[in-house]
Each structure stands twice: as C-alpha cells, then as structure tokens.
C-alpha cells in the first residue's frame, strides 16, 4: 500500500529553527511536494523536491533523500505566522499526489 | 485575481438530501480536482478531470458524482447525503500533469446530519 507518515504535532518557539519529518512509501516516485495549510484555509505550495538534497526558499528548506524514502521540511527563525499544519505529499507513478495526514506546528512567543 | 472559487462555503444537509457544490477556476487550468479533508488524515482524492468534457474516479469516489462542462467548472454531486460525507471539500486546479503546483480553492464545509 502507498504511505505517507509525518509527525501529528510539534512546538517549537519562536525564532528558533524546526525540521519537519515525512518518511513514504509509495507506487513509484515523481516529486515530493510540502504545502502550508492555516486553520480553516486552504493548503499552498511551499516547496517540491524531486532529485536528492536540499531547496532552499528563504526562511524554508526541503530535503529529500529518495533511497531512503525521506524528506524534512526546515523552517528557520520562525515566526508566530508560522503557526499551520505542513503537508507532505508524494506524487506516484500514475503522476497522482498521496498526501500525509499534517503536522500541526505550534509557535510559542 | 480569483483563483480558484468554490461555493458555497457552509452548508447543512439532512441524511438523504442533494446538492451540488462548485469550483470555477479563472486560470485556465486542464486538470481539475475534488478533495475531501478529515481529521486526522490527509487530503483524499474523490474524482479529477483532465480537460473539459472528462471525468475519473480517485480514491473515494463512493456516494459522489461530478461532471466538467466547460473547462473552468467543476461540479461535485451528492445524490443522497449521508453522515459519513460530512467534510470539508476542496477543489484544486493545475495547468499541467508535471507541474508542481496545485491551487486550492478557500474549502467547503459540509454537514450532514
């Protein structure tokens, strides 16, 4: 089966620096997608990955390790905006996205 | 500078009961889809088009029916509501298969009781 597992909850403190983790397994690979989703609004893009190391966006980075089924998203000094759940999505053979059930980031002032 | 559009945006059904919801998209976008989100899992895929005219079924299809007219609407139908699709329904758009990034409409939220 096709699986996607990320962390459900995470705190962390404003100004400092978190990394998200989401590890796969899914019918063939064509990118991994992370995506920012605000409570009662819809998810958009942050980041895609689909060769091996590390994206860079500004306070965002997303690394992906595909012999290891890997990928983490960093986001650096972090801000109470920041506060969302991250979505892992991997995109399969069939060019269809398999989405992680989110990390709810909390900021702390 | 819409986007993505869905209405409506709240809506309250009894068990047994129809409606339609809409997604336009402005974008110009061949593929078009329908997303339910629930807690404690991820986005699951209901049905997606591919250009005006098409329709497939994704991963829950069961209890919906959607049709695409005209390239820029999408409609999602439930025929008969039931308790098990109260969600929160999103519609997203992309103009190409192997491109990244998908554009969300603002979500529905459905309750059926």
């Known amino acids: 089966g096709q699986n996607i597992d990320q962390p459900t909850e995470m705190t962390a403190t404003e100004g400092a620096i978190v990394q998200i983790n989401c590890t796969y397994q899914?019918?063939?690979?064509?990118?991994l997608f992370w995506y920012q989703q605000h409570a009662g609004e819809a998810p958009t893009f942050l980041s895609y990955?689909?060769l091996d190391g590390l994206e860079e966006k500004g306070r965002f980075s997303s690394f992906l390790s595909r012999s290891k089924g890997y990928s983490y998203l960093l986001l650096k000094e972090l801000q109470m905006k920041d506060s969302a759940s991250y979505l892992c999505?991997?995109?399969?053979?069939?060019?269809?996205?398999?989405w992680g059930a989110g990390t709810k980031l909390i900021i702390k002032p | 500078n819409a986007g993505v559009t869905q209405t409506p945006k709240f809506r309250v059904l009894k068990t047994g009961q129809s409606m339609t919801l809409l997604c336009a998209q402005d974008m110009n976008h061949e593929y078009m889809y329908w997303y339910r989100q629930d807690p404690g899992m991820g986005l699951r895929l209901i049905h997606y088009s591919v250009g005006e005219g098409t329709t497939a079924k994704g991963e829950v299809p069961d209890g919906y029916n959607v049709s695409r007219l005209k390239k820029q609407n999408f409609l999602l139908g439930l025929e008969s509501a039931a308790p098990s699709q109260t969600s929160v329904y999103f519609c997203a758009s992309r103009q190409a298969l192997d491109t990244g990034e998908l554009f969300f409409g603002e979500g529905s939220r459905l309750t059926v009781l």
């Open positions: 990955n689909v």
């Open positions: 899914t019918s063939g690979f064509n990118g």
């Open positions: 999505a991997v995109r399969d053979s069939n060019y269809q996205l398999i």
